[in-house]
């Protein structure tokens, strides 16, 4: 376990006034608190999520505008192309806008970018390849915003094209005939944080409103929550809506693609949760874009039989192990190249010649996660390196990269990820550069726990834990809770499970209540954090369940196991607190 500096939330607020309001635990007061929810009509949002919280989509910029371009081109039969993206979001945000525009009659197809062959979102190429085919009109979904050639070429080949994205906006607008984008200066809507399948299913309830076809955003609601939750979007405001609603009606979703990928990657209803989805459906979703043809993925929501639907489930997974297998190989060189990193190297910035492009971002966001500092990994794509950057909290890659801008050819992305390419010849200027100008300190970049409140165990009940998990779904800015505890006497230690990596604790409390706590995947290295704080013999006591010295301050998430209809509340230790 890597030492970490340990801190405690100590924001203000009234945690007396929402105890009396909503009738919850002090603690689950302390959490809201902790995330800025303090107000009433905020805390009522965040507790209880209901579908009228949900925004007007008339309030994005150009949706009007949009609106009335789609609905000429439809009653015109003008043929429509829906230019999606190859990650969850854009594969997500292609499904949900040409189902809802053929449901109202457009005849409508998807082209989604292959990534190595057309690299992210629209350009001249594909623009090109839809004026051959006779497209009238080009939606763009989750890209584009930044596609200014693209969008220039259909406008000079008398292509109609509507741009609908989340990404950031440059110092140009692109010229399309609409741009709906929340994050647009001029665009008033209220939540700027939602991601591409939230605007492409805005569109398609703008759309059904003025068409009176009836057709809402919320018959999507399972494509938006995977894709709020996998795009890694704060989940606050309008977000944590879609995804804490979403995720009830992707637990009994009708979608056979969807039902068939839980049921391959084994996923029980009462289980999903976001880390499920972002760990095991969603991974499976973007494989195929990785790996192969992000039109795999998306055949599989449009499937329309259960026999078809378990086969291209079956087909995702079996590319997520594939792209599983590259990025453990591209992690293991990545992490040969940077070696030990010295304090200067505050971004690392790490080039491997022969690497897929498809998994430079998932390397990159593992870099970043086992050194806690900014990272860039390229590739050579073509005459040029291509990649991939993740960033940690106080520290804004797009602007990093915007001071860059002249040693890139392409940039574009969020405040923690981004992707770039740039010619081999500026790649040591860029590492010196973004090197220089990040304002980082040596401190920054020793992880932090950031604790919500000591909470002594005894304490805990199950009353208590059912209300902690209101407080889901979890993910920026809303962490998974987290307590500490000190001085807990450790009765005894043991190995769990058959390759020994996990370790069962007991415990006693300075009161005499007796735990059971439990550390997951990291047995060895909690053995020999245990042995450098106590000594070798101390643990071997522990080890054989006999009297020993060791007393433990320990970070943790309580939770209520159910083995064979005995409940007991036990402990999932996050850290152990080393001076």
């Avoid at 890597?2 to 203000?12: A, E, P, S």
């Avoid at 390196?385 to 909290?393: D, M, N, Y």
């Avoid at 401190?443 to 005894?458: K, S």
């Amino acid at each position: 376990m890597k030492k970490t500096k340990w801190t405690i939330f100590n924001k203000k607020g009234d945690e007396a006034a929402i105890c009396t309001e909503f009738g919850c635990p002090e603690v689950v007061a302390r959490l809201l608190v902790n995330r800025d929810v303090c107000e009433k009509e905020a805390v009522r949002r965040f507790l209880f999520p209901k579908e009228e919280d949900l925004y007007d989509p008339f309030l994005l910029k150009d949706m009007d505008k949009a609106c009335d371009i789609i609905i000429d081109a439809i009653s015109g039969n003008t043929r429509i192309r829906v230019v999606g993206d190859y990650d969850v979001d854009g594969v997500m945000a292609a499904y949900i806008l040409q189902d809802g525009l053929i449901k109202l009659g457009a005849t409508a197809d998807v082209y989604l970018p292959h990534r190595v062959r057309d690299g992210y979102g629209i350009n001249t190429g594909i623009v090109n390849e839809a004026f051959s085919d006779g497209i009238g009109l080009i939606v763009t979904c989750d890209n584009g915003i930044a596609a200014l050639e693209a969008v220039k070429k259909a406008r000079e080949l008398g292509i109609t094209i509507v741009v609908t994205d989340h990404h950031e906006v440059g110092e140009t607008l692109v010229p399309a005939d609409a741009v709906v984008d929340p994050k647009r200066k001029d665009c008033m809507y209220p939540c700027r944080d939602i991601c591409g399948a939230v605007v492409a299913a805005k569109l398609v309830e703008a759309l059904g409103r003025k068409t009176g076809k009836g057709i809402k955003s919320t018959d999507y609601f399972e494509f938006m929550c995977m894709a709020t939750v996998c795009d890694v979007v704060p989940l606050s405001d309008e977000n944590r809506t879609i995804a804490s609603l979403g995720m009830d009606v992707l637990r009994k979703t009708k979608n056979p693609g969807l039902k068939a990928l839980k049921e391959v990657k084994q996923i029980a209803d009462d289980k999903l949760d976001e880390y499920t989805i972002g760990y095991y459906l969603g991974p499976c979703i973007n494989a195929a874009g990785r790996v192969d043809d992000a039109m795999t993925a998306l055949s599989l929501l449009m499937a329309k039989s259960d026999a078809e639907a378990e086969k291209l489930a079956v087909l995702c997974s079996e590319m997520n192990d594939d792209r599983k297998a590259k990025t453990q190989e591209g992690q293991e060189r990545a992490k040969l190249i940077i070696g030990d990193p010295t304090d200067d190297r505050k971004v690392l910035v790490v080039f491997m010649e022969d690497v897929h492009e498809s998994i430079v971002g998932i390397v990159a966001g593992q870099l970043k996660e086992a050194y806690n500092r900014p990272a860039i990994v390229l590739t050579r794509s073509g005459e040029l390196l291509k990649g991939s950057a993740r960033g940690v909290e106080g520290y804004n890659l797009f602007e990093a990269l915007s001071s860059c801008k002249d040693l890139l050819e392409k940039y574009g992305g969020h405040a923690l990820a981004a992707g770039l390419s740039l010619k081999e010849e500026n790649l040591e200027a860029f590492r010196e550069r973004i090197n220089r100008e990040c304002a980082l300190s040596v401190d920054d970049m020793i992880p932090v726990l950031r604790l919500d409140a000591e909470l002594a165990c005894e304490m805990l009940t199950e009353n208590m834990i059912e209300w902690i998990a209101k407080m889901e779904p979890y993910g920026p800015p809303n962490p998974r809770p987290l307590f500490a505890e000190r001085d807990l006497d450790l009765i005894s230690l043991s190995y769990m499970g058959r390759e020994r990596n996990n370790l069962l604790f007991k415990l006693k409390t300075p009161t005499g209540r007796i735990l059971t706590a439990k550390i997951f995947f990291r047995a060895s290295e909690t053995i020999e954090q245990l042995e450098r704080m106590f000594g070798k013999d101390e643990v071997a006591k522990a080890l054989c369940g006999r009297s020993n010295n060791i007393k433990l301050t320990l970070a943790y998430r309580p939770f209520v196991n159910d083995f064979n209809g005995e409940r007991e509340i036990q402990m999932n230790i996050v850290d152990i607190f080393e001076r």
